[in-house]
Every structure is written in C-alpha cells, then in structure tokens.
C-alpha cells in the first residue's frame, strides 16, 4: 500500500514538459486579464507570447531550446498560453497553428507574430536579435491591439471587460508588424522533425464554453 501512495505521490507531483527548466524570466498566463495586464504592465521590456499545447509535438521538441533562449536573454519576458486551457481565448486572438509565437514591446505593441519549430529555430533567434531594445521606446505600453481586447471583452466565454480609449491626439509611431506565413502542418512521419500543429477554424462564433470544448486539434503524428 505504501508503494503505490509513494507512486501516485510522484506521479501527482510529477514536472509536466512545458514546466521543465523554465527560467524566473518565463512563466504561464492564468488568464486572458492577466495577459492583457502581463504587456501592459511590461514597460519596454521585450515580451515573448508562446502559444503551446500539450499535445503538439512540435511545441514539446521546442521547449528546451526556448528554455535556452530565455537563460540567454534574461531581460525578455516569456509568457506561455496553454492552449488545452484558453481555446477560446486563442479563437478570439486568431491563433490557429501551433507553436505560434507573438513579440510584443513597450509603445510599439505586437512586433510580429510567427510559428516556427525546431528546424526553423533561427527565425525565433532572429526576430529576438531584431526586436531586443537598444533604446528606450517613447510613449506609454501599448499590449494587445484594439481589436484583440475588444474580441476577448465580446468572449463570453471569457470574464473579461473592456472600454476602448479615447484617441490621444499625439500619434506614437508604431512599428509595422511582421506576419510570416505559418507553415502548412502535415501528419510528419516518425523519422521527421515535427511539423507545427494546424488548429481547426471555429464554424460559428463561439457560443458557450461547451461548444468551445468540441473545438479538437489535428496534431501531428497521431
């Protein structure tokens, strides 16, 4: 009997892959609040949102890399959304592929938005070498754009409230986001490298957090 409490004691307290050597420089979004208030509250830091789950393959290949990263950079934030656990905050943020990533900074809000995996890590190292402050950002922290807060506040499934600001009359230059083509997923065969995760479109807007839970994902290699 002492055994198998002593196994269930390791198993309930087992470390679950997206948890393993994490850096104090990253840490997961409870909510979709706490993103929001997460950019807000991050100055000019450089923020990296790293949309992952469970499941995907290719964000479990990717993890100790972006570990790795995070230790290199310990001045960027790493803030992880589980998928599994915030669908309907990812359907009303336009996230459909996964490992998807978005860099977010100061006054110029989101940077680019991209997915890449183990095999196009360079695109990753890229845009955290192009986007890493060199020099204060003038105004104050923009976060998500306009559009994302006003489609989490229209979320019901979301607790999540809104009011659009009024439009400051001093215009703060913005940099013009990149958007990189997410690559096509495919079911990879076992010898290949993990493909990113293509997540099903929702049909109609989303009408309860049941409807939400009928949403699946097509992960590769199943």
Same mark, same amino acid.
């Given at each position: 009997?002492?055994?198998?409490?002593?196994?269930?004691? =390791?198993?309930?307290?087992?470390?679950?892959?997206? &948890?393993?050597?994490?850096? /104090?420089?990253? =840490?997961?979004?409870?909510?979709?609040?706490?993103?929001?208030?997460?950019?807000?509250?991050?100055?000019?830091?450089?923020?990296?949102?790293?949309?992952?789950?469970?499941?995907?393959?290719?964000?479990?290949?990717?993890?100790?890399?972006?570990?790795?990263?995070? &230790?290199?950079?310990?001045?960027?934030?790493?803030?992880?959304?589980?998928?599994? *656990?915030?669908?309907?905050?990812?359907?009303?943020?336009?996230?459909?592929?996964?490992?998807?990533? =978005?860099?977010?900074?100061? #006054?110029?809000?989101?940077?680019?938005?991209?997915?890449?995996?183990?095999?196009?890590?360079?695109?990753?190292?890229?845009?955290?070498?192009?986007?890493?402050?060199?020099?204060? %950002?003038?105004?104050?922290?923009?976060?998500?754009? *306009?559009? &994302?807060?006003?489609?989490?506040?229209?979320?019901?499934?979301?607790?999540?409230?809104? @009011?659009?600001?009024?439009?400051?009359?001093?215009?703060?230059?913005?940099? *013009?986001?990149?958007?990189?083509? #997410? @690559?096509?997923?495919?079911? %990879?065969?076992?010898?290949?490298? /993990?493909? /990113?995760?293509?997540?099903?479109?929702?049909? @109609?807007?989303?009408?309860?957090?049941?409807?939400? *839970? &009928?949403?699946?994902?097509?992960?590769?290699? =199943?």
């Amino acid at each position: 009997a002492s055994v198998v409490a002593q196994t269930g004691l =390791r198993l309930k307290y087992a470390q679950k892959w997206w &948890e393993k050597g994490l850096q /104090p420089n990253v =840490r997961e979004v409870t909510s979709a609040q706490d993103l929001v208030d997460s950019l807000m509250n991050s100055g000019d830091k450089l923020v990296v949102v790293d949309f992952f789950s469970p499941g995907c393959g290719g964000c479990k290949a990717l993890h100790p890399k972006l570990c790795q990263l995070a &230790e290199m950079n310990p001045d960027v934030q790493f803030l992880q959304v589980n998928y599994e *656990e915030h669908k309907s905050m990812c359907y009303s943020l336009n996230v459909h592929v996964l490992p998807f990533f =978005r860099l977010y900074r100061g #006054a110029h809000g989101r940077l680019c938005s991209f997915s890449c995996t183990n095999a196009t890590i360079k695109k990753f190292k890229d845009a955290l070498a192009k986007h890493t402050p060199d020099r204060c %950002s003038l105004g104050p922290t923009k976060g998500l754009e *306009e559009k &994302e807060l006003a489609a989490l506040a229209a979320n019901k499934d979301l607790s999540f409230t809104y @009011t659009p600001k009024k439009v400051q009359p001093a215009p703060v230059p913005v940099a *013009e986001e990149e958007v990189v083509p #997410a @690559t096509a997923a495919s079911h %990879s065969d076992g010898g290949l490298p /993990p493909l /990113p995760l293509t997540l099903p479109l929702p049909i @109609t807007s989303l009408k309860s957090a049941q409807d939400s *839970e &009928e949403k699946t994902l097509a992960i590769s290699g =199943r």
